[in-house]
């Protein structure tokens, strides 16, 4: 016989092993392989695996069947006994499930979550051959990344290194773009640009047109569905023409792509090729001083990214030896999500930050287990009342394996009961969580993650394994131990285990307390700390463009008109720090020192728009001529560069452009104030006349902001203005800096106080064991001459002593995770002792309230009842 | 209440008392095939009423010599006892006295069909 077939006859007989009774099993096996052989040399080998496969089917049911009879049998009668135990308890079964399917389904909602953030960009087809091109800067001692590249840098490095199979650049898109289809005229903010290679590398599904060639012609544009829908609505796209304001050409649909992901890092609603921007930049294309663009390249199979990414450290240099870039690498579409911490901060929104998934996901593990203690206490306290049954069934005969099936077949029933419950609880609440996370959960979309499955696994394996220990303990004992309860140790209310639990439970909960105590208050610090300007009741926007561009003033003064428009500046809001500089020079400096400052630009209002104090000197004033060479620096400014009285001194910058300004004069110093976000220091700030026409803020009065915004409105109108007004609040963009953080301590804040719901439900129902398991006790006791007051205390005691140990664990780690977390700020809350008191009296309060109504019941209890039970 | 012999366990015991010194599962099964002329026999449908019948006494089984074409695992012989031997003889007689006055080839009492 040939291995195949031996294989296969190995393989009916470990079949047949299962089925057959065990007492003819070998001497069996031994009829297959005979009469199989024989047939095998007669027939052939199909023939004898048509017949092993016929005498395997017809011996399943008689065999299963006898079998299968009886432990069905057993089984009802467990169940029949696992139910009415749950119906008796009713108490103890509600707070069992509820806490575990609380539990569950906390911990399914933040596995959604976890599991969101991991499979950011995973849908393209070649995940794994992807990167992105980082380049780093060097001034002043400290490195820059960026994921922006060169212009030329993508076309120079496919031509010289075989190992590229692709290149393509990409930029997301530019504010206040409009998009005209006839009638319909919408702002964009989201036309974003890539070659022709864009769709051959990133997998986004096409539902019209063809992918190869969608972006090959100069003047195509690819469209998402819902833009689609906004601009054609059920007409067919394709071939259709849009009007660019940002290009001033029009477009041509010639594709339409299913809506972008949110779990994708490329986001656009429209694409077009790169080479429109030639409108803007025609002489960026070949400049390697201009980094506007995106690289991303993928390269052939199994070659090693890392060992690739070395040979391309020093490419710009190679090409272009002026360059101030010092490192080229590249970055794994993998990492892209997590690791995009770059220098500017706008590039930072909404980029995943792997320290909160591994924190949320050691909360979900943690809910868990606060869910399975309340479990595993309960019932080990309760077994004192399980132990009489187990007696029986052992007395009659069952063995170990029995009562451990008997506890497994109960589990199970616990275990639907869970999954159901958690199934109804994130049914209702997904669309709640959606917006604590500030994600789309759909329903469809997480069903997408495996979800159900999971569901079940986790519900299934949390209730086996909690009740793993249960069975262990509980089939221990022989029949006269589990009969005789004064015999029985594990029933005596308070054993170790028991206790040990309870802390663990209380301090978890009062740490997610303190955590989310302290996340809250350094929030609120933010909000209220002085960021040395007024960010309240400023909106930035686009002013208008066509006839108005050529007087900047007027439309100024137009504005001011309105008395709820306070003041108007040409600036950009002090929201970043993108623009900084080594390249200054004034009296007095020392040769070959080199310092970093950040350069703010305004106009004559810039400082009263902002309200930024000015500590000497002047500001920027119509009244002097030839301000607009003059400049003003902070005060942290003036005392890094180390300038002596600088009022009147000669100063100058050449920034980006390299042409030289006339000589200028510091005129004045201002109070430092902050750019971008807390998470940073207080930075250098040099402030230099440049109005950013067309781009302005303005002030406005808090009263009747919806009158004033219709006014700028009607005056865009007024203006010929093509563009509708819109704009954006600073005060919102400043809280956006925070926002990662925001979500984690809302996330936190429900999950402290689930995780305290299940611990405290748990403790109450330990309380009414207590309560009920010395009940002869207290009896004993009044009858002594106990007042209502000890038995209270001799009750509480022993619990709330838990907590207060559970406390002194749980502030040292609080204190040292928060303390870590709090060393991202530049500017923080110092960790007084207060947030520790305040979260242990908080607990101990709880815990008094819940543990309250049963002792003061128990404390009242008439002392002849309770003793004529025996 | 003793009961009586199935048919399947009477073909069975016909077989073993046939077979003698040989009576091991498989030829069993062959010599079953053989006479009835029906393929559908199976070796489970044979362990079985052969586990019955063992356990109510009416075959006994012993092992074999382990040989190469099993794989090395030893057959199980059966062999019928005394009060198998007397329930077969019981069936026997019953049989006979129940075909006793009906003809060769079985009408039916409303003649031709």
């Not at chain 1, 909602?109 to 992807?130: C, T």
């Not at chain 1, 922006?148 to 206040?176: H, K, S």
């Not at chain 2, 040989?67 to 090395?72: A, C, D, F, L, P």
Request: with cysteine; net charge neutral; charged share 25%.
């Amino acid at each position: 016989m040939d291995t195949k077939n031996r294989n296969r006859l190995y393989f009916a007989e470990k079949i047949l092993r299962q089925i057959l009774p065990d007492k003819i099993i070998n001497t069996a096996i031994g009829d297959y392989e005979e009469i199989f052989t024989e047939i095998y040399l007669e027939r052939g080998s199909f023939a004898a695996q048509r017949w092993i496969i016929y005498q395997i089917l017809m011996s399943l049911f008689p065999f299963v069947y006898s079998t299968i009879c009886w432990r069905a049998t057993m089984l009802m009668n467990y169940l029949k006994f696992a139910i009415r135990n749950l119906k008796r308890n009713k108490v103890f079964s509600s707070i069992t499930i509820s806490s575990l399917s609380v539990g569950v389904a906390c911990s399914m909602m933040i596995f959604i979550w976890v599991k969101d953030e991991l499979s950011f960009d995973k849908f393209h087809k070649n995940y794994d051959s992807l990167y992105r091109v980082i380049t780093e800067t060097e001034a002043a001692g400290q490195i820059y990344r960026k994921p922006a590249v060169p212009t030329p840098l993508v076309v120079t490095i496919q031509d010289e290194y075989p190992e590229i199979l692709n290149t393509c650049r990409f930029r997301g898109g530019f504010t206040g773009w409009l998009v005209r289809y006839g009638e319909k005229s919408f702002i964009n903010d989201r036309v974003g640009m890539a070659d022709p290679s864009f769709f051959e590398m990133f997998s986004f599904k096409f539902l019209e047109g063809d992918p190869k060639t969608a972006l090959n012609e100069r003047y195509s544009i690819i469209i998402t569905e819902d833009m689609a829908k906004k601009y054609f609505d059920d007409e067919k796209s394709l071939g259709k023409q849009l009007i660019l304001t940002g290009t001033r050409t029009a477009m041509t649909v010639k594709g339409v792509i299913e809506n972008i992901p949110k779990n994708s890092h490329l986001q656009f609603d429209f694409l077009i090729p790169i080479e429109n921007m030639d409108y803007w930049w025609s002489e960026d294309f070949n400049n390697w001083e201009r980094m506007r663009f995106n690289a991303y390249v993928q390269l052939i199979e199994n070659t090693e990214g890392a060992e690739f990414s070395q040979k391309i450290s020093d490419i710009v240099k190679r090409h272009y030896p002026e360059t101030a870039i010092t490192r080229t690498y590249l970055q794994r579409l993998k990492d892209v999500h997590f690791d995009s911490e770059f220098s500017q901060d706008e590039e930072n929104f909404g980029k995943g930050n792997k320290t909160y998934v591994l924190a949320l996901s050691a909360l979900a593990v943690i809910l868990i287990l606060i869910a399975c203690i309340n479990y595993i206490n309960l019932s080990t306290a309760r077994s004192i009342y399980r132990s009489k049954e187990i007696g029986i069934r052992k007395t009659t005969g069952a063995n170990r394996s029995d009562i451990i099936k008997q506890i497994l077949v109960e589990s199970t029933l616990l275990s639907f009961l869970t999954i159901v419950v958690s199934g109804v609880l994130i049914f209702l609440f997904l669309p709640i969580f959606s917006e604590i996370s500030g994600k789309e959960f759909s329903y469809g979309y997480i069903e997408t993650l495996m979800f159900l499955p999971i569901l079940v696994g986790t519900g299934a394996a949390v209730c086996l394994l909690s009740s793993t220990y249960l069975a262990v303990i509980q089939s221990a004992n022989g029949p006269i131990q589990a009969l005789n309860k004064y015999i029985n140790k594990q029933n005596s209310g308070e054993n170790s285990l028991r206790r040990v639990l309870v802390v663990a439970q209380f301090s978890f909960s009062i740490l997610f307390l303190i955590s989310t105590f302290v996340i809250y208050s350094q929030l609120n610090y933010i909000n209220n700390k002085d960021l040395g300007y007024n960010k309240d009741q400023i909106i930035y926007f686009y002013g208008p463009r066509g006839e108005m561009e050529n007087s900047p003033e007027s439309v100024k003064n137009e504005l001011l008109q309105n008395p709820s428009i306070l003041s108007v500046t040409y600036a950009y809001p002090p929201r970043s720090i993108s623009w900084y500089t080594t390249d200054i020079d004034w009296d007095g400096k020392v040769p070959g020192t080199d310092h970093l400052i950040n350069v703010q630009s305004g106009d004559y209002d810039y400082l009263k728009t902002f309200e930024i104090e000015l500590v000497e000197g002047r500001y920027f004033s119509r009244d002097f001529a030839g301000d607009e060479s003059n400049y003003l620096l902070s005060e942290s400014a003036v005392s890094i560069l180390g300038i002596k009285s600088p009022i009147g001194k000669r100063f100058t910058y050449r920034g980006e452009l390299r042409s030289a300004d006339p000589e200028g004069r510091i005129i004045g110093v201002v109070k430092d104030f902050h750019l971008g976000s807390l998470h940073n220091e207080i930075r250098p700030i040099l402030i230099k006349f440049m109005p950013t026409f067309p781009f302005m803020c303005a002030k406005i009065s808090p009263e009747n902001i919806p009158g004033t915004i219709e006014f700028f409105e009607n005056k865009w109108k007024e203006f010929g203005e093509v563009r509708p007004f819109s704009y954006t609040i600073l005060d919102e963009t400043i809280n956006d800096f925070y926002r990662n953080e925001r979500k984690i301590g809302q996330i936190l804040k429900y999950f402290t106080f689930i995780s305290g719901f299940i611990a405290f439900i748990g403790l109450f129902g330990l309380t009414i064991h207590i309560v009920e398991h010395k009940t002869r006790e207290i009896g004993i006791r009044k009858v002594l001459g106990a007042s209502v007051r000890e038995i209270i205390i001799m009750l509480s005691r022993n619990l709330l002593v838990l907590i207060v140990i559970a406390a002194f664990i749980a502030c040292p780690v609080g204190w040292m995770l928060m303390n870590n977390w709090l060393k991202d700020f530049a500017y923080r809350i110092e960790l007084g002792p207060g947030i520790f008191i305040i979260s242990l009296l908080i607990s101990l309060f709880i815990a008094l309230v819940t543990i309250s109504y049963q002792t003061i019941r128990a404390g009242f209890s008439d002392p002849v009842k309770s003793l004529r039970n025996e | 209440m003793k009961e009586l012999l199935t048919r399947t366990d009477e073909l069975l015991l016909l077989t073993i008392y046939r077979l003698k010194e040989d009576a091991y599962t498989v030829p069993i099964l062959e010599h079953l095939e053989e006479v009835s002329s029906r393929k559908n026999w199976t070796l489970a449908g044979i362990y079985i009423p052969l586990l019955k019948l063992e356990k109510n006494g009416i075959v006994e089984s012993y092992l074999g010599e382990p040989t190469s074409q099993r794989g090395g695992r030893s057959k199980r012989y059966y062999k019928i006892t005394n009060k198998g031997l007397r329930a077969l003889q019981e069936v026997k007689e019953l049989q006979k006295t129940m075909w006793d006055g009906i003809p060769d080839m079985i009408y039916s009492d409303e003649g031709d069909l």
